[in-house]
């Protein structure tokens, strides 16, 4: 039987936290990219979609981050990173992960045997490419996947830096 009821937890399960820091990655990643390229766009109706979805963006992160101090903390442990590899790095581990969730979902709805093995060549290649720059990150220590508290706190760090970003 659990503990407390369902309604009053105040913890969250490990699960939940991962799921928290792949949204709060992704997005202080997207944040700073709509920040650091706002300021080239010319046209009135994209930079508006753009200010709102920096708008949208920072409001996600911030009500996400809320619930960082309820995620499973044996030890708390503060550490600063090279923010530009950081950074970089980052946005590059996301869009292989993206590239092989994209490959394989076309895979699914590919109907022709010469298209579907091209796609599969090219998931393969995707795969690769995101254990490679996902080894360059966990070297580094910029995605210690292993320690919750180091992920988690370079998640808040990314998200701060993003948030106050100036665009």
């Not at 920072?58 to 708390?76: C, T, V």
């Given at each position: 039987?659990?503990?407390?009821?369902?309604?009053?937890?105040?913890?969250?399960?490990?699960?939940?936290?991962?799921?928290?820091?792949?949204?709060?990655?992704?997005?202080?990643?997207?944040?700073?990219?709509?920040?650091?390229?706002?300021?080239?766009?010319?046209?009135?109706?994209?930079?508006?979609?753009?200010?709102?979805?920096?708008?949208?963006?920072?409001?996600?992160?911030?009500?996400?981050?809320?619930?960082?101090?309820?995620?499973?903390?044996?030890?708390?442990?503060?550490?600063?990173?090279?923010?530009?590899?950081?950074?970089?790095?980052?946005?590059?581990?996301?869009?292989?992960?993206?590239?092989?969730?994209?490959?394989?979902?076309?895979?699914?709805?590919?109907?022709?045997?010469?298209?579907?093995?091209?796609?599969?060549?090219?998931?393969?290649?995707?795969?690769?490419?995101?254990?490679?720059?996902?080894?360059?990150?966990?070297?580094?220590?910029?995605?210690?996947?292993?320690?919750?508290?180091?992920?988690?706190?370079?998640?808040?760090?990314l998200a701060k830096k993003a948030l106050s970003f100036p665009y």
């Amino acid at each position: 039987m659990y503990s407390e009821p369902y309604e009053r937890q105040q913890r969250l399960g490990w699960h939940e936290t991962m799921e928290i820091h792949e949204l709060v990655a992704f997005q202080s990643v997207g944040l700073m990219k709509l920040k650091r390229t706002y300021s080239d766009i010319r046209d009135p109706v994209l930079k508006s979609l753009y200010k709102q979805t920096i708008g949208s963006m920072s409001k996600n992160i911030n009500e996400l981050l809320r619930f960082y101090p309820m995620a499973p903390h044996p030890q708390r442990e503060e550490r600063a990173l090279p923010d530009d590899l950081a950074f970089y790095s980052g946005d590059l581990l996301a869009l292989a992960k993206t590239s092989v969730r994209n490959y394989a979902i076309a895979i699914t709805e590919t109907a022709t045997p010469s298209l579907r093995n091209v796609l599969t060549r090219q998931l393969l290649g995707a795969i690769e490419t995101h254990a490679k720059v996902y080894k360059y990150m966990y070297e580094r220590g910029f995605y210690p996947s292993y320690d919750l508290n180091r992920l988690l706190q370079n998640d808040m760090n990314l998200a701060k830096k993003a948030l106050s970003f100036p665009y």
